[in-house]
């Protein structure tokens, strides 16, 4: 037993705490689409096999960066407040990863501001790869840390925000751009 619990500690996916400096500054190359909404990851992203999105570790220091850096303050534990909803299908600026990366270090219109100057490309990154699991319609396999607060919903890798609406996102609201 001893020696199967050795090898699956092991086998387990390393820990990344700090990206080497020369992948850090190729994070920051993406391309965004002239309107600043949608965007191609840089290739190195794709290659590192989308630590960002799949790795416990990553999910857990998005999820402290999410409490640290106040976005519970405006988004609420993801169904929205001051700031948009994660849970209803309306994507401001898309959903996707670089989309969301670009919303946290750029900041957005109408209130969101921008994080580029306090947080590292790493740490804009993984906090990008939480919100993502506050929205997602499918349950990722991977799971930030356990936290003892009172949720008013359950954790993002056990119910995909779909569960959370009976119907969906309801009628068309110009405000947001097209329906999903």
Request: hydrophobic share 35%; aromatic share 12%; proline share 9%.
């Amino acid at each position: 037993m001893l020696v199967i619990g050795a090898a699956i500690g092991w086998a387990r996916h390393p820990r990344q705490y700090r990206a080497d400096p020369p992948l850090t500054s190729s994070l920051d190359q993406f391309r965004l689409m002239p309107d600043r909404i949608g965007g191609t990851p840089p290739d190195v992203y794709f290659a590192l096999g989308k630590p960002y999105e799949t790795t416990a570790y990553d999910l857990s220091q998005g999820k402290r960066l999410y409490s640290w850096f106040g976005c519970p303050t405006c988004h609420g534990d993801g169904r929205g407040g001051t700031g948009p909803s994660f849970l209803d299908g309306w994507w401001f600026y898309g959903s996707e990863m670089v989309s969301v990366v670009a919303s946290i270090r750029d900041g957005r219109p109408h209130g969101m501001p921008a994080f580029a100057n306090r947080m590292t490309s790493d740490q804009i990154w993984q906090l990008a790869g939480y919100v993502r699991t506050i929205g997602a319609y499918s349950a990722p396999y991977t799971a930030p840390s356990r936290n003892d607060d009172k949720h008013t919903r359950p954790a993002e890798n056990r119910a995909p925000a779909a569960t959370l609406f009976e119907e969906g996102p309801v009628g068309v609201r110009s405000d947001r751009g097209v329906r999903p």
